[in-house]
């Protein structure tokens, strides 16, 4: 069993939805009843809210910021900004980028709220995000 959990952008998306991917939903109640810590990363709830947005979803919005209130909230420090600039140059010198050199990587951004929070990722992108953090799909972690 997983202690905590870190959400990456595709499961908050499908949560954030005024009516939330069930699937999903009830992933992450049963989740919150066994007592796992779940956390919305900042750097997730950015590259979510920048697309909603984008799109005019006012609802989705409202819903995200609801989850922000109801999870625990992980805002971006001068520390993990620190810790995803050596995961990024580590991964450049290993051969195994996860983005264009200059993008900003927020692969990179969200491992290290991650490795912050001592959490495993639940996501979509497990090849990238498993290159520097405990990456799971979401619905292998129970």
Excluded: C
Aim: charged share 25%; hydrophobic share 45%.
């Amino acid at each position: 069993m997983v202690s905590a959990v870190v959400l990456d952008t595709g499961p908050l998306g499908r949560i954030a939805h005024p009516r939330p991917n069930r699937e999903v939903a009830l992933w992450v109640e049963r989740l919150l009843i066994s007592g796992t810590d779940i956390f919305l990363p900042e750097i997730a709830d950015y590259e979510l809210r920048r697309n909603l947005l984008l799109e005019g979803l006012t609802r989705s919005v409202r819903r995200l910021d609801q989850l922000k209130a109801a999870l625990t909230y992980v805002p971006l420090t001068t520390e993990t900004m620190l810790k995803a600039a050596e995961l990024w140059a580590d991964a450049r010198r290993r051969g195994v980028p996860t983005a264009d050199p200059k993008e900003l990587d927020g692969d990179a951004i969200l491992a290290a709220q991650a490795i912050q929070v001592g959490a495993v990722v639940a996501t979509d992108n497990v090849g990238h995000l498993s290159r520097f953090v405990d990456a799971r799909n979401w619905m292998e972690i129970s």
